[in-house]
């Protein structure tokens, strides 16, 4: 039996993908490649931003490092999720911002529950939604445990704790042009995970590994986060919420402003409770 795993295994992997220029392609069958990408999405642009929406011009550091990964810092990031069937994107890339800046304030791993948002909030559904900040400013979001993802539009659960609250958010840059790179890594660096809008199309989701620089110029359909980048590759480190078997381990490495990365970019101040 392990030397037919071994060989199965190996055949897998001389079909799994073929040479692109600079990044890889999946062709095996897996969860991700048979869902149709409409539910592997989700970003719905509103039509007119939120009612007291904030927009910062970050302060670049003169001495920002060229290359960063908040993976690599001491505690890593928390597990890659997976949104599945469903169009919860933007609940995904809103947990994610505010997961790595509990773990970057306190040390301390938190997982927080995207059907929460996707359940008790008015920021969208399974069929699409936009970030969804303004939930975890008031009331706050609660632990994964309390309300276990489902991907489905479940009825919100009474009697959450809604722990876990931001102090304020907002948007890199300014609402009349998008954020340029170096304040987006400037988030980045001093928030952590940052949530971004991105065209995800079918070579993003048969991307298997290296630099993705086959761009989409289509509307923006998905959230996503960045925790990194590379200024030799002019590369972000995208998280992305299509399980650890999609990409690099759940992650990417895709050049800056293709398919229109980072376009919208939001960051979130934990609120630790301490003045």
Known sequence: MKTST???SA?????ASAAHATWQVEYRSTEIQETPLALLTGYIKPKTPPAKTAYVQMDVPADLPWSFDWRDMPGGLTPIKNQRGCGSCWAFGTTAALEEAIKIRTGKEVILSEQE??????Y???GGGNFAHGYQSNPGQ???SE????ASDQRCKSGLSHEFKIKRWGYVGSNSRRPSVDQIKAAIYQYGAVAVTVTADGNMKRYKSGIFDSC????TNHIVALVGWNDLDKTWVMRNSWGSDWGEGGYMRIKWGCSRVGEEATFVEFDTGEE
Not at 147 to 150: E, G, K, R
């Open 147 to 150: 309300f276990p993802y489902t």
């Open 11 to 15: 055949v897998l992997l001389s079909v």
């Open 124 to 126: 969208g559904s399974c």
């Open 6 to 8: 071994l060989f199965l």
């Open 117 to 122: 948002i996707v359940s008790c909030s008015r």
């Open 216 to 219: 989409s110029n289509g509307g």
């Open 142 to 144: 609660s632990l994964a």
